[in-house]
């Protein structure tokens, strides 16, 4: 019990300073962005675009649409369903890639697989959800954490939501 309370406090404090930061920054009348968010989809000082239970929303449905679009062999309907993932991407509020972060290219059946691990699925169900054997899903995995630099699922969820590729 008590690491959950060294995250409650690590995040109170983080909380604390990002509404001084605010703060002062209205008290200098800065302005943070030139248009609404709504418009830019972009977020400032590090602070969510959307409350947690939208953004987690957002990323099952982002994944779920993946995998409805590896079913799909229209290749119309699958640039279309990409068009939406896009869009599903950019309502995160996540900041642009960097530019070093353009050059990663996951193939589609890995970036499925890491939008099924970014909402806590396991290799079993992933490999179920996707009509895949488990061992095909490990490779998968293992390429988009080569690919991505790191060294654990979590780690290429992480990598890949701020190259862009997963919202």
Wanted: proline fraction near 5%; charge should be positive; include cysteine.
């Amino acid at each position: 019990m008590k690491p959950a309370f060294q995250v409650a406090d690590a995040l109170a404090t983080e909380l604390r300073v990002r509404d001084e930061v605010d703060r002062r920054l209205a008290a200098l009348g800065a302005t943070v962005t030139a248009q609404p968010k709504a418009q830019t989809g972009a977020q400032h000082a590090g602070a969510p675009a959307l409350p947690a239970t939208h953004r987690e929303e957002l990323r099952e449905s982002y994944a779920e649409l993946r995998t409805i679009a590896s079913a799909i062999s229209d290749p119309a309907v699958r640039e279309r369903l990409a068009h939406v993932e896009r869009r599903l991407t950019a309502l995160s509020g996540d900041e642009a890639p960097a530019p070093e972060a353009s050059s990663i290219s996951l193939s589609p059946r890995e970036t499925d697989v890491l939008a099924c691990a970014a909402i806590g699925a396991t290799n079993a169900q992933i490999a179920a959800q996707l009509s895949l054997r488990e061992g095909t899903v490990k490779a998968y995995l293992s390429s988009a954490m080569a690919k991505l630099d790191a060294s654990t699922r979590h780690a290429a969820v992480t990598k890949a939501r701020r190259a862009g590729l997963l919202p």
